[in-house]
């Protein structure tokens, strides 16, 4: 079986190309073809590598389209990339030869329409409130009078000219301004910045540290009021430890700071408000308070007097009483110069008595030393027949301990055997013939060999068989 060939079988004629070869020509073609384009699609396999450099995968139901950031963009998408959230990314469609692929490089990137920002706000205010960042037992009360009050907003707007306007026209304070940009790119970073910086300064710095922080800005979208949502600001918020009142868009504008902040106001200039009383308004309370204060002292005067005219006229005559008084102290101290000396003239009589029952204390003396003289010589006198006891009992132990020695069997004519290394030999089976010993008797040593043959075990006489019973002696 043959198989028929392009071109007639003159396939030699086909040019040949590297992979190298095919893989430019390719990637110079997608590239010109696919010079800048709009690509929407969910983010997939978002990962961030150590070069700084971005992958991750734009996806639809249709199909997959690997997508790669370098660092240097990356830093100026404005928006923090992540697995789910859908996407309009720009740029151009490039051919990566390493691995075959096709793939886009990110220039730009921003949120697929007010949806999906949505879908990534629900994400977010549901992942903080798992963490309790909303939970009410966090939220600080907000000082009635701040000294100094910190202001997060944009320098140019007319947020801040409307909050000085207001804390001016209410109670006039000391605000310290940090100028953030409250919208783009780098706006989320530089409000949490400037969150954590006034929670730095010093309490009595030389930058005063805020009582009050108010971070606010005017109305918009929501993409415009996206820094806000940010989860670098709201944990930046949440970790204040100056209490924070948030005033971010209109009263129907809502961001994830507003759930985080201590207190949240519609506006900036409610926020303002909320800050600070009202001065005229406090010093008319005070005035009232001052007059009622008066007021209440001079009729609990009135009403103490007129009690004490009342408890008065209750009262006895003092001068009879102290008149009373004196005649009964009188007659108490007659009777006590009396009792004084009754009862010393009681207490001689009796300790006059107790003297004479009292023991002589020379006869008393005598009486003891002759009983410790009695007790000293029985003392002596045990102490002697002990000492002799203990002396007898020890001779005779002595004696019996003496009697026991082996030396007293060598004076009656016994010697013992020594081997070469001070072992004391029992038996003769284990003397073998050249065998020097020593044999030590009651009056010195002597050393000997051991000659003749080695000794014979002598052998046990046979037990007589034991009679079975059935045949009696003939004797």
Not at 57 to 79: E, M, N, Q
Not at 98 to 120: D, F
Not at 290 to 315: F, H, I, P, Y
Not at 375 to 403: G, H, K, M, V
Request: hydrophobic content about 45%.
């Amino acid at each position: 079986m043959t198989e028929t060939l392009p071109n007639g079988g003159a396939d030699h004629n086909l040019p040949i190309f590297s992979v190298g070869e095919i893989s430019q020509s390719l990637k110079a073609v997608v590239e010109e073809s696919f010079a800048w384009v709009r690509v929407r699609g969910e983010i997939s396999g978002f990962k961030r590598a150590a070069s700084g450099h971005l992958y991750m995968a734009l996806k639809d139901p249709d199909a997959v389209l690997d997508a790669v950031c370098w660092r240097g963009t990356a830093g100026r998408l404005g928006i923090s990339p992540e697995d789910g959230m859908e996407v309009v990314a720009t740029g151009r469609i490039t051919t990566y030869a390493g691995r075959s692929k096709y793939q886009i490089v990110i220039e730009s990137m921003e949120i697929a329409g007010e949806g999906a920002l949505l879908k990534l706000l629900e994400e977010r205010k549901r992942k903080l409130a798992d963490e309790g960042l909303f939970d009410d037992d966090r939220k600080k009360p907000i000082p009635f009078l701040p000294e100094v009050i910190g202001v997060v907003t944009s320098p140019t707007g007319a947020v801040l000219r409307d909050i000085l306007h207001r804390l001016d026209d209410r109670f006039p304070s000391h605000v310290i301004v940090w100028p953030v940009v409250v919208q783009g790119e780098s706006a989320a970073e530089q409000i949490a910045a400037a969150i954590a910086g006034f929670n730095q300064l010093a309490v009595e710095g030389a930058v005063s540290r805020p009582d009050v922080l108010i971070v606010a800005r005017g109305g918009g979208s929501l993409e415009d009021l996206w820094a806000f949502n940010e989860e670098v600001v709201a944990r930046a918020a949440a970790q204040s430890e100056i209490p924070l009142i948030s005033a971010v868009g209109h009263e129907t504008d809502f961001t994830l700071i507003d759930f985080v902040s201590d207190l949240r106001a519609p506006t900036p200039t409610a926020a303002a408000e909320m800050a600070v009383p009202v001065r005229m308004e406090l010093l008319a309370q005070i005035m009232d308070d001052g007059t009622r204060l008066v007021g209440s002292m001079n009729r609990l005067l009135g009403d103490r007097t007129q009690r004490l005219e009342g408890l008065a006229r209750g009262l006895p005559n003092l001068r009879r009483i102290v008149e009373d008084m004196s005649q009964r102290l009188d007659d108490w101290a007659e009777r006590l110069s009396n009792g004084l000396k009754v009862g010393l003239e009681r207490r001689s009589s009796r300790l006059a008595a107790l003297i004479a029952r009292l023991a002589v204390p020379r006869h008393q003396l005598s009486l003891s030393g002759e009983r410790l003289a009695f007790e000293a010589r029985s003392l002596a006198t045990a102490a002697r027949n002990l000492l002799a006891t203990r002396d007898a009992r020890f001779s005779r132990a002595a004696a019996l301990l003496d009697s026991c020695s082996y030396e007293r069997i060598l004076d009656r004519g016994f010697a013992l055997a020594v081997g070469e290394k001070e072992e004391l030999l029992t038996s003769a089976a284990k003397l073998v013939p050249g065998t020097d010993l020593r044999l030590r008797f009651h009056d010195g040593e002597t050393g000997v060999t051991v000659k003749g043959s080695p000794p014979v075990k002598p052998k046990r006489p046979k037990k007589p068989a034991k009679e079975d019973g059935r045949q009696g002696s003939l004797l």
